[in-house]
T-cell receptor, first 113, second 117 residues
Framework: QQQVKQSPQSLIVQKGGISIINCAYE??????FPWYQQFPGKGPALLIA?????SEKKEGRFTISFNKSAKQFSLHIMDSQPGDSATYFC????????????FGSGTQLTVLP | GAVVSQHPSRVICKSGTSVKIECRSL??????MFWYRQFPKKSLMLMAT?????????EQGVEKDKFLINHASLTLSTLTVTSAHPEDSSFYIC?????????????FGPGTRLTVL
């Protein structure tokens, strides 16, 4: 019930296209859903996050869509650029003092020039 | 966002030696820090949760006597890999959580690449 399932494992998109990464969860108690971007040899960086009381959040070219009833959330990268090529992780967190992140398996995004 | 640093960024050591990795929150106080391990092309695996001034909580399967964690202050946590072996070679990443508010953000360090010969 703690799992977060992420797909696809890898994604290739042309420059200017839309990249879409999906995640699904089981535990309805999760109350915080961040997305992290990781470049090779670097630590993950928080990209954007959403709470379950909101269906969509947009920051620049990055949008999270959240479907509470389906227990799914997705990251959309508009006008994808070669510099967006990285590994993306979705995550979910339970409320309370523990607040450990449960990570998805990651999606390696390649944006072709 | 808040900045978390790690030192060293990479270390190579001989089998049987111990290695210490430092994790610092540079511009905020972190009552809780986390240590992760990441294998190539894999997700982050939580090793332990470290709270300032108390013993770390280790995840199942992580040897607490091998991976010593000390969270001595609100800005510093250290991970010591004792008697390192080649199978301990990995990418170790710490993160620190800001305090205050219901949705505390978690920020990650740049990672430490450990290679045990």
């Amino acid at each position: 019930q703690q799992q977060v399932k992420q797909s696809p494992q890898s994604l290739i998109v042309q420059k200017g296209g839309i990249s879409i990464i999906n995640c699904a969860y089981e535990n309805t108690a999760f109350d915080y859903f961040p997305w992290y971007q990781q470049f090779p040899g670097k630590g993950p960086a928080l990209l954007i996050a959403i709470r379950p009381d909101v269906s969509e959040k947009k920051e620049g070219r990055f949008t999270i869509s959240f479907n509470k009833s389906a227990k799914q959330f997705s990251l959309h990268i508009m006008d994808s650029q070669p510099g967006d090529s990285a590994t993306y992780f979705c995550a979910a967190r339970l409320p309370g003092s523990a607040r450990q992140l449960t990570f998805g398996s990651g999606t390696q995004l390649t944006v072709l020039p | 966002g808040a900045v978390v640093s790690q030192h060293p960024s990479r270390v190579i050591c001989k089998s049987g030696t111990s290695v210490k990795i430092e994790c610092r929150s540079l511009d905020f106080q972190a009552t809780t820090m986390f240590w992760y391990r990441q294998f190539p092309k894999k997700s982050l695996m939580l090793m332990a949760t470290s709270n300032e001034g108390s013993k770390a909580t280790y995840e199942q399967g992580v040897e607490k006597d091998k991976f010593l964690i000390n969270h001595a202050s609100l800005t510093l946590s250290t991970l010591t890999v004792t008697s390192a072996h080649p199978e301990d070679s990995s990418f170790y990443i710490c993160s620190a959580r800001t305090s205050g508010g219901p949705y505390n953000e978690q920020f990650f360090g740049p990672g430490t690449r450990l290679t045990v010969l």
